[in-house]
C-alpha cells in the first residue's frame, strides 16, 4: 500500500510539472507559448499536406478573421479595462481604405500596413472620450461607426468595396498571410503585456485611480491601448476584403463590434487564451452549423446560449475558470498523497 501511494503520489508531481511546464492549468494567468505555436505550425503546413485541396483550407480564413478581431478588442477591454463598442468601425475601415489602395495599385501588404495606420489614427481621435465614465465610453464608442461612414461614403465613392482574390494573392498564399497575421497579433500582444507596458494597461485595468497615484501616465497608455487595437481591428478588415466584398452598411451591423467581445468573455476576458478558444468556438459552430443547416440561424442561437450558461456558471471564461478547477484538484490530490 505505502508504495502504491509513493507511485501515485510520483505520478501526480510528474503531472504537475509537465502541466506547468507547458503554462498549462498553473496559477499563471496564460498558457505557454510553445502551444499556441504548435497549433499555428500545424495550421502552417495544413496546406501542404496530401490531398488537401484549395477550398479546404479557404474555408478556415474566417476563423483568422476572428481570432484577430478578438485578440484587437481583449487588448482593450480585457486588459485595460475599456469597453468599447465600436470594433466594426476600425474593422470596416480597414477593409474600405485597403479596397482603395489596391485599386490604386499599391502592394497588398504595403495597403494592410496603411489600412492599420488609419485604424490607429482614427482610434487616437477617440481620446476625449477617456473623460467619461466606462458607461458613458461604451455609449459613445458605440456611436462610432455611424459617425465614420458618411466620410467613407463621400471620400470613397462606393457603398461597396471587394478586392478579388486572385488579382493580388493566391489562394494558398492568402491562407499563409492569415496565419502570419495570427501569429503576429497573438504573440505581438503576448510579448507587449509583459512588458512595462502591458504591465501598465492590467493596472489601470485593475484600478485607475490607483494606477494615476503611483505616477502612470493614464491617457498615454489608454491612447496606445486604442491605437493598438484599432490597427489589429483594421488589419482584419484589410485581410477580410480579399475574400468577400464589403458594403458601407456594414457599418450599422454590430456583428463585428459585439461578437468579438462575446468571443472573449466566453473564452475568457483578459487572459491570453480566451480570444482564440472563444473565437475558434464560435467559428466552428458557424461552419459546422451552417453545413447541417444552411441559411439558418441555428449557429447564433447555439452561440448567445452558451454565452448566457458561460456567463451564469463559469463568469470567469472557460479557460480561466477550469484551468483554476483542474489546478485546485490537483493541489488537494497532491496534499492529500503527502
Keep these: 500500500m505505502m508504495a502504491d501511494a509513493i507511485s501515485k503520489n510520483k505520478e501526480d508531481s510528474s503531472l504537475r510539472t509537465m502541466l506547468r511546464g507547458f503554462g498549462l492549468f498553473s496559477s499563471s494567468s496564460n498558457i505557454s507559448p510553445?502551444?499556441?505555436?504548435?497549433?499555428?505550425?500545424?495550421?502552417?503546413?495544413?496546406?501542404?499536406?496530401?490531398?488537401?485541396?484549395?477550398?479546404?483550407?479557404?474555408?478556415?480564413?474566417?476563423?483568422?478573421?476572428?481570432?484577430?478581431?478578438?485578440?484587437?478588442?481583449?487588448?482593450?477591454?480585457?486588459?485595460?479595462?475599456?469597453?468599447?463598442?465600436?470594433?466594426?468601425?476600425?474593422?470596416?475601415?480597414?477593409?474600405?481604405?485597403?479596397?482603395?489602395?489596391?485599386?490604386?495599385?499599391?502592394?497588398?501588404?504595403?495597403?494592410?500596413?496603411?489600412?492599420?495606420?488609419?485604424?490607429?489614427?482614427?482610434?487616437?481621435?477617440?481620446?476625449?472620450?477617456?473623460?467619461?465614465?466606462?458607461?458613458?465610453?461604451?455609449?459613445?464608442?458605440?456611436?462610432?461607426?455611424?459617425?465614420?461612414?458618411?466620410?467613407?461614403?463621400?471620400?470613397?465613392?462606393?457603398?461597396?468595396?471587394?478586392?478579388?482574390?486572385?488579382?493580388?494573392?493566391?489562394?494558398?498564399?492568402?491562407?499563409l498571410l492569415g496565419v502570419g497575421l495570427v501569429a503576429f497579433t497573438i504573440f505581438g500582444i503576448f510579448f507587449l503585456m509583459r512588458s512595462r507596458v502591458g504591465i501598465a494597461l492590467r493596472a489601470i485595468g485593475d484600478e485607475e485611480f490607483a494606477s494615476s497615484s503611483l505616477g502612470i501616465n493614464i491617457l498615454l497608455y489608454k491612447t496606445a491601448a486604442l491605437a493598438g487595437s484599432g490597427f489589429i481591428g483594421a488589419v482584419a478588415g484589410a485581410y477580410y476584403v480579399q475574400s468577400l466584398s464589403v458594403q458601407t452598411t456594414t457599418f450599422n451591423d454590430f456583428t463585428y463590434s459585439l461578437f468579438p467581445i462575446f468571443m472573449v468573455v466566453i473564452g475568457g476576458i483578459g487572459s491570453f487564451e480566451g480570444p482564440i478558444v472563444g473565437a475558434l468556438i464560435f467559428s466552428g459552430l458557424e461552419y459546422y452549423v451552417g453545413r447541417f443547416f444552411p441559411n439558418s440561424t441555428f449557429a447564433l442561437l447555439l452561440f448567445s446560449v452558451l454565452i448566457m450558461v458561460v456567463a451564469v456558471h463559469l463568469p470567469k471564461g472557460i479557460i480561466p475558470s477550469l484551468r483554476h478547477k483542474v489546478f485546485t484538484k490537483l493541489q488537494r490530490r497532491g496534499k492529500t498523497a503527502n
Design 34 to 175: 510553445v502551444v499556441v505555436l504548435l497549433g499555428l505550425v500545424l495550421a502552417f503546413v495544413f496546406p501542404f499536406l496530401p490531398g488537401v485541396t484549395r477550398q479546404s483550407y479557404l474555408q478556415y480564413t474566417i476563423y483568422f478573421v476572428w481570432i484577430i478581431l478578438a485578440e484587437s478588442w481583449n487588448l482593450v477591454g480585457g486588459y485595460a479595462g475599456l469597453l468599447n463598442l465600436g470594433l466594426g468601425a476600425f474593422f470596416v475601415l480597414g477593409a474600405v481604405s485597403t479596397a482603395l489602395l489596391a485599386a490604386s495599385g499599391t502592394p497588398y501588404l504595403v495597403a494592410i500596413v496603411a489600412a492599420g495606420m488609419g485604424g490607429a489614427f482614427l482610434a487616437m481621435l477617440l481620446t476625449p472620450t477617456f473623460r467619461l465614465r466606462s458607461d458613458y465610453f461604451a455609449i459613445a464608442t458605440l456611436v462610432v461607426p455611424f459617425i465614420v461612414k458618411p466620410f467613407v461614403e463621400y471620400f470613397g465613392h462606393s457603398s461597396s468595396y471587394a478586392i478579388p482574390i486572385s488579382e493580388l494573392l493566391s489562394a494558398q498564399d492568402y491562407y
